[in-house]
């Protein structure tokens, strides 16, 4: 679904918010929002698999959706994420394996900005990669520590 322009003007407001972009050009800010795609889920849809490949961003517009792990037999929710929160960053650069099932919990619009459209950004501003690797790794080193309860998502 394409973006209209009220989701253009939130698309630039909630990508510059965003740590990871804090390095980017108005020129580059103006890229990431072009390549941005909208998808609306009804509650109790599921986003994305745990394990399922992905290579993309995806930021909450409105809604709520809840990331939930398998360990074993068990499901555990461990995070809920409302407007604006984002979830997918460690997939930007290079597609993996989801680490967590991502579910709408109400009806929610889910924003997504693919990784080859942030990858053709590193290619021109290489130290964008080194800021995307360096909250990717935070992001892995979360997943080891239990106690910690990240507030953006997978």
């Not at 630039?12 to 800010?29: A, Q, V």
């Not at 517009?61 to 068990?74: A, F, L, P, T, Y």
Request: include cysteine; charged fraction near 30%; proline fraction near 3%.
């Amino acid at each position: 679904m394409e973006l209209n322009e009220i989701d253009v003007q939130w698309a630039k407001d909630t990508l510059r918010k965003i740590d990871i972009f804090c390095g980017c050009s108005e020129s580059e800010f103006t890229q990431l929002v072009g390549g941005l795609e909208k998808k609306e889920y009804k509650a109790n849809s599921t986003v994305l698999f745990q394990g399922e490949i992905s290579c993309r961003l995806c930021i909450v517009k409105s809604g709520k959706v809840s990331i939930n792990v398998r360990k074993g037999k068990d499901k555990l929710k461990v995070a809920e994420l409302e407007p604006n929160a984002y979830f997918g960053e460690i997939s930007l650069l290079m597609p993996r394996a989801a680490t967590a099932t991502v579910k709408a919990e109400i009806d929610s619009e889910i924003v997504f900005l693919p990784g080859e459209v942030v990858q053709a950004l590193v290619k021109n501003n290489p130290s964008l990669a080194g800021t995307i690797n360096k909250k990717i790794q935070e992001r892995l080193d979360s997943h080891k520590d239990p106690e910690h309860k990240s507030e953006q998502g997978s």
